[in-house]
């Protein structure tokens, strides 16, 4: 079965500055899709970005990227010129296409954007 | 484009009372529809999934059930809540880009 970990419970980062969230997954499927969700303190959960695992070219999306790592099955998250309403949980995915139920979620990283 | 509904955003109802929650779908048919769970501070659980009409797939024996009488309709029920059913939930559904879109969720607290 797949899992996803995200080893980081909590981060913090200066405004302005650069932080990046750490996730690994486990699969033996060949054909995937990774993504980042983010919750404000809304709760309303929001894609951030997303990464097929065929394409080696890695995702960006303004100031979001990541660093896609297919054989070390790593998928980090690096949020440039952090801003306050960066402040959320943020919950790494991974998705199985053949499979209906077929995404696994991280447990989060709650990351908070100080002035 | 799609959008996905979810009400109500707040409820309280006490112990031994029925629940139930809606969430529907515009802009696309046949979509495969999830609800969630999640406590406080948690990660996400998945309850149900449904991959059409009157199909139902339960991830974890509890005191709700779900129904889909309509094709973007999802609806989470329970006859009698229990303390132990608050949280917040998540309607969400699959896009052809294998990604979840989610609805704004239901605070659920049960007194």
């Known amino acids: 079965a797949q899992t996803v970990t995200q080893s980081q419970p909590e981060m913090s980062v200066q405004e302005a500055e650069t932080v990046t969230l750490s996730c690994t997954y486990d699969t033996s499927e060949n054909n995937y899709y990774l993504f980042w969700y983010k919750q404000p303190p809304s709760r309303q959960m929001i894609l951030v970005i997303r990464?097929?695992?065929?394409?080696?070219q890695n995702a960006t999306e303004n100031r979001f990227s990541v660093n896609f790592q297919k054989a070390a099955k790593s998928f980090s998250l690096k949020i440039s010129d952090s801003q306050l309403g960066d402040t959320a949980m943020y919950f790494c995915a991974f998705s199985d296409p053949s499979s209906y139920n077929d995404m696994r979620f991280g447990a989060g990283t709650r990351l908070t954007v100080k002035p | 484009s799609q959008t996905i509904h979810q009400w109500p955003a707040t409820l309280v109802q006490p112990v031994g009372s029925p629940l139930s929650l809606e969430c529907t779908v515009e802009g696309t048919s046949n979509p495969n529809l999830y609800w969630y769970r999640q406590a406080a501070g948690r990660g996400l659980q998945l309850l149900f999934y449904?991959?059409?009409?009157?199909?139902i797939s339960s991830e974890v024996p509890q005191n709700l059930s779900a129904s889909r009488p309509q094709d973007r309709q999802f609806i989470l029920s329970s006859k009698k809540l229990l303390l132990s059913d608050s949280g917040f939930y998540l309607c969400a559904w699959r896009g052809i880009d294998y990604g979840y879109t989610f609805g704004s969720g239901t605070r659920l607290t049960v007194v």
């Open positions: 449904s991959v059409g009409i009157g199909q």
């Open positions: 990464q097929e695992a065929y394409k080696q």
